[in-house]
């Protein structure tokens, strides 16, 4: 099974349309999130919450399970949360995050909380720091119409709140954090583009709408050779230090602890998980 840690990937689902949630967690996706925000309308909320329950109480083992609860003091919150509390979830996904939002969570899963508000963008350090949060995700859309920005071929509109997302993660001791939604799921250059330059401010995940962004984003957020080979250095030097009886070790003048190594560790994963016949 994938590792929040080292994902890659985080793919949105309606979580009121239950072949395409079901299409989702076959894809190979780091993570499935099925979604009972943006994409379900005010209507179709309560089945959505039934669907979701029904297809992720048997979903096969492989993609982290997720589901994105609608924001705090809205009116589908307490619906919401009390909808997954009793579901197999590995991660829960907080839109429009704010600490106060992450206080308001009873306890459960991991949380990846996307900030998409000037209010969020301003507090991001706070809520990366919360006990509950293993990640922060990037939200362009919400973010760009209170803040009036017009997008740009460059990305430039968006420029310091990633950086603000990616400093406020590496702040508070989290993995690096994911970058926005590219919305045109057909241009798959535009896609690697964004990714490129994501991964160059960064950021090491992407959230995602569609099955065939996957693919491209995997390539781009796989560990890169250097680093492949350096994780295969530590694991083998601390490896070589425990069987000696040492609990750390140097390797180039670094001390060599379990955290480091847990890290290298999950970096291979990460690549054998990148490699053509994986997923």
């Not at 939200?139 to 997302?165: K, M, N, S, Y």
């Not at 798959?188 to 583009?193: F, I, N």
């Not at 560790?265 to 997923?279: F, K, N, V």
Request: a negative charge.
């Amino acid at each position: 099974m994938s590792s929040l840690r080292s994902a890659r990937s985080l793919l949105f689902v309606p979580g009121n349309d239950g072949r395409k949630l079901e299409k989702a967690l076959a894809a190979g996706a780091d993570v499935v999130v099925a979604d009972l925000e943006d994409a379900v309308p005010a209507a179709e909320k309560e089945a959505a919450r039934r669907v979701v329950a029904d297809r992720l109480a048997r979903a096969p083992t492989g993609s982290l399970r997720a589901v994105r609860v609608n924001g705090a003091g809205t009116a589908f919150w307490d619906a919401d949360l009390d909808a997954v509390a009793s579901l197999p979830l590995d991660v829960l996904v907080l839109p429009k995050a704010t600490p106060d939002a992450v206080a308001e969570l009873p306890d459960g899963p991991p949380v990846v909380a996307i900030v998409e508000s000037a209010t969020g963008l301003k507090q991001a350090h706070e809520t990366a720091s919360a006990p509950r949060v293993a990640a922060l995700g990037l939200g362009a859309v919400d973010l760009g119409l209170e803040l009036g920005l017009e997008p740009r071929p460059d990305g430039q509109e968006i420029l310091f709140a990633r950086a603000q997302v990616v400093l406020d993660s590496a702040a508070a001791g989290i993995r690096a954090p994911f970058d926005v939604v590219h919305l045109d799921t057909r241009d798959a250059e535009g896609l690697e583009r964004e990714c490129l330059l994501a991964r160059s401010l960064g950021f090491r995940g992407k959230l995602c709408i569609h099955p065939d962004q996957l693919e491209v984003v995997h390539r781009v957020f796989a560990p890169l050779e250097e680093e492949v080979e350096r994780a295969r250095r530590v694991v083998d030097a601390y490896e070589r230090g425990t069987a000696e009886g040492r609990g750390a070790v140097a390797l180039d003048g670094e001390m060599v602890d379990l955290p480091v190594v847990e890290r290298a560790r999950q970096i291979l994963a990460q690549a054998e998980r990148s490699a053509p016949d994986g997923s």
